[in-house]
Structure formats: structure tokens, C-alpha cells
């Protein structure tokens, strides 16, 4: 499997942002993806996650904020970011934790 994330830019408080990350290989509907973050200075944390079967779970710093999502037709996951606030600046990361693979990360900043 091979990720790459797309859809990270600029944006004020209050924004909204639907990243992308594209999965290459055969296995994607099978496995569990996940986004996470990580600000300067601050360790990585996991913002969202999608079981093979739809089931996420969010972080509770991001519920009813973000949304994550899967099409395992597109092989692809997007997060939906609504609200956005001056912390959620971050390099955003997709990840296929149990394959142990990354994506070279997007990022995103929020700024007024």
C-alpha cells in the first residue's frame, strides 16, 4: 500500500477543508485507515480513524468538527474539517496503521 494526501492549505478560523488521501494496492477495503497530526513541537495524534466496515471513531478535540469517510471503490479517505480553529494547524498524516505505512503528509494552516 502506498498513500498520498491532498486538499491542505491556508484557510482562517471558521473554514472549512476535505482532505484527500489516494491508497494504492489491492488490500485497501480490507484494512483500517486513519488521520493524524502533528504540530511543531508537539507529538503525532490521531484525529480520526474508519474501520474496513465504515465504523470511525473521532477524537473528541475534533467531534463535531471533522468527519472521516471512505469510498473503497476511489481507494481513497477523505476528512471533512468544518469549524477549523487556529490549533488544528498541523502536518496531517493518512495512515494504514496495521500495514505500518504513511503518507508524506498535507498540511494545513489556519491563520487570521
Known amino acids: 500500500v502506498q498513500l498520498v494526501e491532498s486538499g491542505g492549505e491556508s484557510v482562517q478560523p471558521g473554514g472549512s477543508l476535505r482532505l484527500s488521501c489516494v491508497a494504492s494496492?489491492?488490500?485497501?477495503?480490507?484494512?483500517?485507515m486513519a488521520w493524524y497530526r502533528q504540530a511543531p513541537g508537539k507529538e503525532s495524534e490521531l484525529v480520526a480513524a474508519i474501520a474496513s466496515d465504515g465504523t470511525t471513531h473521532h477524537a473528541d478535540f475534533v467531534k463535531g468538527r471533522f468527519t472521516i469517510s471512505r469510498d473503497n471503490v476511489k481507494k481513497t479517505i477523505y476528512l471533512q474539517m468544518n469549524d477549523l480553529k487556529l490549533e488544528d494547524t498541523a502536518m496531517y498524516y493518512c495512515?494504514?496503521?496495521?500495514?505500518?505505512?504513511w503518507g508524506p503528509g498535507t498540511q494545513v494552516t489556519v491563520s487570521s
Open positions: 494496492g489491492s488490500i485497501f477495503s480490507t484494512i483500517p
Open positions: 495512515a494504514a496503521v496495521t500495514e505500518g505505512v
